[in-house]
């Protein structure tokens, strides 16, 4: 038997060795979670968030967590908590203010937990790597371009982007540097935004309930992004329409410049193409250069500190182009997420079946050593059985012995009690006396026997429930109390417990789904075997299935 369990023990630790080196080999590649703190939401960021996902395609144990703070400071910065508390591996942050969550990336960079910084710029200088495009060139470069559409003479409003944002700042510098080369340029008004369309129509409603007269020149309006460039844009119409000739140049020939160009539906590029926006920015998004620089520095690979995205400007003249090669880039990347889909579809069906083979090969080998002892297992299994059989039945005997035995000693106290009494003359006399009352109690539904009965009733699957028992909750003596159910039942107490547990015994026997051993535990015997014969003796016959 020890030959067999040794056998079965190396069988199975060679085996499990093999599984365990099988599933290594297959994820030796270590797993890396990245958390992406996104300050808003918008069409601009959801574009980053497609792309991102996208990129995990092509690399292997990448768990991508990303969060949307929607312009909320305080929320970006539990966001950034909570992700560090889940163990990232890496953050990529892009802060809603300059200032604003300091002290939560700098918990990340003390933890360390890597920190690339994209798209917007903090005063922490202990970052990893910063990502974006340059902001004052884009600035500079939409104020050249104003500059040359208007021959260096006009005047000019701006729209700027949200407060102590370090696009805002940077655009607004660069877009003043280059107006700041021409006299002849005037930036007559300016107000800030949050980013938003809406944030751009109050921004400039502001600007224009503060101009007065009927000559207001404006030709040219710089948004700090798409949006609110075209919610500048709305607001000019709309102050048109309710003053009729205040405005020299009517809103349809102002220049609109905003940044972004997204070239997805409804986005920048679109809006040049329809003539709403006269020119835009292209701020890339880059998500999938995003990953890659990410892995990079998981992987401690050589990385560049700053990586700069180029930029360039869209206007009528290749918006089309550029919204016809977005196109067939969206159609590639639909392509590549079916090939993906196909790719993980082949690969789960190959771990499928390596696995199943592997556990094929394992029940294989078990079930040959299994063999070798099975004649003999089932042997030693058939000695110990009728072993625990050959027990079981002394142990019930035993049960049955002490029960019986048990009954008698209760039978036994029973008759010393009547066989203790002072005289038979007064014991008569006592029990007449009794016995009368009891006719009193007997005319007033007789109470102390149903008292009894219920006592019983409540404790009969109690196998030690003794006639002290019942006295101890009737308040009675033993004594006592055999006098007065003899009195009145004819019956001694230990007499009326047996009868009452057999005829509930009767009464379950009714039920085909107790077996007789689960009636006679419930009724009160500890032995079966002493329950039948007890059964026997009372109704004349056996308790059915014995």
Known sequence: MKHIFTTYRYAIIVLSSLLVLSCTLQTNKRHYIIGVSQCSEDSWRTKLKAELEQSTYFHDGIDLRIMSADDDVQMQKQQIHELIAQGIDLLIVSPQQTHSLSDAIKEATEKGVPVIMFDRKSDVKDYTAFMGADNFAIGEMMGEYAASQLGGIGNIIEIAGEHGSSPAMERHRGFNEAISRYPGLKIIG????????????????????????????????????????????????????????????????????????????????????????????IYPTHGNELMDLAVAILQGEPFEKNTGMETSIVTSANAKVLLMQ?????????????????????????????????????????????????????????????????????????????????????????????????????????????????????????????????????NMSNSDLSVEDIGDIMLLSRVQLYRRVKAMTGKSPVEIIRERRLKRANLLLADTSLSVSEIAYRVGFASPSYFTKCYKDFFGHSPKGT
Not at 216 to 232: E, P, W, Y
Not at 397 to 402: C, G, V
Request: hydrophobic share 35%; aromatic share 6%.
């Open 190 to 281: 300016y107000a800030e935004g949050d980013w938003k369309q809406n944030s751009g129509d109050e921004a400039m409603s502001k600007i224009l309930s503060g101009m007065h007269g009927t000559d207001i020149a404006i030709d040219c309006i710089f948004g700090g992004n798409d949006r609110m460039a075209l919610g500048a844009r709305s607001a000019l119409e709309r102050y048109s329409q309710s003053h009729p000739g205040a405005l020299r140049r009517m809103p349809s020939s102002v220049i609109y410049l905003g940044v972004d160009a997204l070239p997805t539906p409804g986005g920048g590029i679109e809006k040049v193409q329809q003539g709403l926006l006269t020119a835009s920015a």
């Open 326 to 458: 977005y196109k067939e880039i969206i159609t590639q990347d639909e392509y590549i997420k079916k090939m993906q889909t196909r790719v993980d579809s082949i690969m789960k069906e190959l771990d499928t079946e390596r696995t199943l083979l592997f556990f094929i090969v394992l029940v294989v080998v078990i079930v040959c050593v299994s063999l070798v002892g099975t004649v003999r297992t089932i042997k030693i299994k058939h000695r110990l059985n009728e072993h625990l059989k050959q027990k079981n039945h002394e142990l019930e005997l035993q049960k049955e012995t002490a029960e019986r035995q048990r009954d008698e000693l209760e039978e036994q106290r029973d008759k010393l009690i009547e066989a203790t009494m002072h005289n038979q003359q007064n014991k008569e006399q006592d029990d007449e006396m009794l016995y009368d009352d009891e006719k009193a109690d007997f005319r007033q539904q007789n109470e102390f026997i149903q008292k009894f009965n219920r006592a019983v009733d409540d």
